[in-house]
């Protein structure tokens, strides 16, 4: 049984359109920072959540993505739009496959659709925690974002700690909502990463789902990273309020 918990949350904007940011693994509700004014700029009431073990919300020690979506489902509002990013894009499909009309358009942002190699991906989300890692160190290793990003994500991944990180992985062996993707009924705006720079929705794959359901419209983000909302700012907003208005 998925027991809800409060997230807290943060928002922007006073429109009597609700929209939903939900951010990855090892980030927080502050890293939507441009995103959300932006939103509010385009007329919605916009909240961003810092899921389970992240942010200012509460750790209960259970990471699986059921539990993620059962905490979302449990907000009180009807959302006109919902966007969901890496581990945040996997739970919100996980709550489309509970409730169809949860949302009445989703965008999902390069997301965790299936999780194929479970020791790599703990490495990968925990690559950058520890006591030496610095503000400066995420942002040379991230060159084209904003330095608030590298600043945000740097007392993200340090809120949620090793543990979070690594259990959201853990808890979630054979991974993979493809499928329920393929049966989205909701008009579904999917957006993959740059070819060169890992994404988790290869071309082939995004192109696949689209292909199968008509509801999907696919694009690939140019230069964009697996985080495209931070380093190809402009371009994701074009995509995400062309979808939207």
């Known amino acids: 049984m998925n027991t809800p918990i409060v997230l807290n949350r943060t928002e922007w904007g006073s429109g009597d359109r609700w929209f939903l940011i939900v951010h990855g693994l090892g980030s927080n509700a502050a890293g939507w920072w441009r995103v959300g004014p932006a939103l509010a700029d385009a007329g919605f009431h916009v909240m961003a959540v810092d899921l389970r073990g992240h942010g200012e919300s509460d750790s209960p020690g259970d990471y699986r993505v059921h539990a993620y979506a059962a905490d979302l489902m449990a907000l009180e509002h009807e959302w006109d739009v919902v966007l969901g990013h890496s581990l945040g894009g996997a739970a919100v499909v996980q709550a489309m496959t509970e409730r169809a009309d949860w949302t009445r358009r989703l965008i ?25 890692v610095t503000v400066e160190d995420v942002a040379a290793a991230n060159p084209t974002w904003h330095v608030e990003d590298a600043r945000i994500k740097h007392e993200a ?12 992985i853990a808890h979630n062996p054979g991974w993979n909502v493809v499928g329920a993707v393929a049966a989205l009924e909701v008009p579904t705006l999917l957006l993959g990463a740059d070819p060169d720079l890992g994404p988790l929705v290869p071309p082939a794959l995004g192109s696949s789902l689209a292909g199968m359901n008509p509801n999907i419209e696919f694009h690939t983000v140019a230069n964009g990273s697996h985080s495209m909302h931070r380093d190809e700012f402009d371009e994701f907003m074009d995509r995400v309020l062309e979808f939207v208005t």
């Open 157 to 168: 991944q340090a809120q949620a700690g090793r543990e979070v990180l690594e259990n959201s």
């Open 108 to 132: 999902l942002e390069d997301p965790m659709l299936i999780l194929l190699d479970q020791e790599a991906a703990a490495e990968y989300v925990t690559a950058d925690l520890g006591p030496d």
